[in-house]
C-alpha cells in the first residue's frame, strides 16, 4: 500500500465524522487501521490548534489605562447589580451604589502593582 499523504488522511478523517460511525468500523470499511485513523484525527486537530491564533476570552491587553466614569457606568451596569471586575489576577466584585472614588483609589493601586 503507497504512502498516504496529509490530504488524504484529512479527507479520511473528514469522511469518517460525517459517516457516524465508530472508529473501528469505518477504519475496517476502508481498509485501514483504527489506531492509524484515530492518529491522524489528533495530528490533523493539533495542526489546527497551531495554526489558528488562541482564543481570548478577555479583551485585548493595552498599556492605555482606561477611565470608568460613573457615566459610563451608569450606561452598562443597571443601578440595582452589582459587576465583576477582573484587573490581572485580580477579581473584584463591585456592590450597586458603591463609592466611585474608594473605586478609583483601589484600580489605581492595582494598576501600580502590574
Known amino acids: 500500500m503507497r504512502r498516504a499523504t496529509q490530504d488524504v488522511w484529512r479527507e479520511r478523517v473528514e469522511a469518517w465524522a460525517a ?3 465508530t472508529c473501528k468500523a ?5 481498509g485501514v487501521e483504527p489506531t492509524t485513523l484515530a492518529w491522524w484525527k489528533w495530528k490533523l486537530r493539533q495542526q489546527e490548534k497551531r495554526a489558528k491564533p488562541p482564543r481570548r476570552t478577555s479583551a485585548r491587553r493595552t498599556d492605555a489605562f482606561v477611565d470608568v466614569t460613573e457615566q459610563v457606568l451608569a450606561a452598562l451596569v443597571p443601578k440595582e447589580t452589582s459587576f465583576v471586575v477582573r ?3 485580580a477579581e473584584i466584585e ?3 451604589g458603591f463609592d466611585a472614588d474608594a473605586f ?3 484600580l489605581g ?3 501600580a502593582r502590574r
Do not use: Q, T, Y
Request: proline share 5%; hydrophobic share 45%.
Open 109 to 111: 493601586v492595582l494598576e
Open 94 to 96: 463591585v456592590p450597586s
Open 19 to 21: 459517516s457516524g460511525m
Open 87 to 89: 484587573i490581572h489576577r
Open 26 to 30: 469505518f477504519a475496517r470499511e476502508g
Open 104 to 106: 478609583a483609589r483601589l
